[in-house]
């Protein structure tokens, strides 16, 4: 999807470099300037003779189209692009505070105390899947026992974190223009999903469906790929 995208913007970029390469060798063929004498009897000096008529016209026309890519450029597409950066690198500092946020609330679920740099050690999915698949007694792993102890001011929490991470995507959604069909549906996938994890419950279902979907984004699990595929979310955003 990133290497798409890439390709994209490059396609792009071809486009306009072959318009302005063209528009510039009719500008110079076309000009009432002279040409050097070296390049006279060269190729370079045959093919860019001026034409027989209407020299002064073609000229006008290359001319006004290089200024016209020119300010393209300069208005349009370097300020948009730099402000697709700007969103992008925002939207991916807010995933990852509200994956830092989550776990903080999960790891906190345990009623006990923990190392300070505990959470940042688990924001790597490896080492979040084995922490928490411990066992704390013969019955009992760490996520068995977040699940259980998980309580109503956890899940306020965890709305909390919610709320900001749609209110993130809306704001990226409302302010740039998603150029793929396919990426549009991926953000606005992720969007719907975290309004309808954030609606969940207490019951039983309710909270079997939640914890699913905090152990796929803090682990890397997905019940088609398993734990090799990469993150759905990350990849979306940056193929904004």
Not at 5 to 15: E, G, L, S
Not at 48 to 66: C, R
Request: charged residues 25%.
């Amino acid at each position: 999807m990133i290497q798409d995208k890439t390709r994209r913007f490059f396609k792009i970029d071809v486009i306009l470099v072959i318009i302005a390469s063209i528009s510039a060798f009719f500008m110079v063929k076309a000009s009432d300037d002279y040409l050097p004498s070296s390049l006279n009897k060269t190729c370079i000096g045959r093919a860019i003779l001026q034409f027989e008529n209407g020299n002064q016209l073609i000229f006008n026309l290359a001319v006004g189209m290089l200024v016209g890519l020119f300010v393209y450029v300069l208005v349009s597409r370097l300020p948009e692009r730099q402000k697709r950066i700007r969103i992008r690198n925002h939207l991916l500092r807010q995933y990852e505070a509200f994956r830092y946020e989550t776990i903080r609330i999960l790891v906190s679920a345990q009623g006990a105390t923990y190392a300070g740099n505990l959470i940042e050690e688990l924001m790597d999915k490896k080492s979040f899947r084995q922490y928490f698949e411990t066992k704390v007694s013969e019955s009992e792993t760490r996520w068995s026992r977040v699940v259980n102890n998980f309580n109503d001011y956890c899940f306020r929490e965890l709305s909390v974190e919610f709320d900001i991470l749609i209110s993130e995507i809306l704001l990226a959604v409302h302010t740039i223009d998603i150029e793929t069909e396919k990426v549009f549906s991926q953000i606005n996938h992720i969007r719907h999903v975290s309004m309808y994890v954030k609606s969940l419950g207490q019951e039983y279902d309710d909270r079997k469906t939640l914890f699913r979907y905090l152990w796929s984004v803090n682990s890397g699990f997905s019940f088609e790929h398993g734990y090799a595929h990469p993150d759905i979310i990350e990849e979306a955003i940056l193929a904004i």
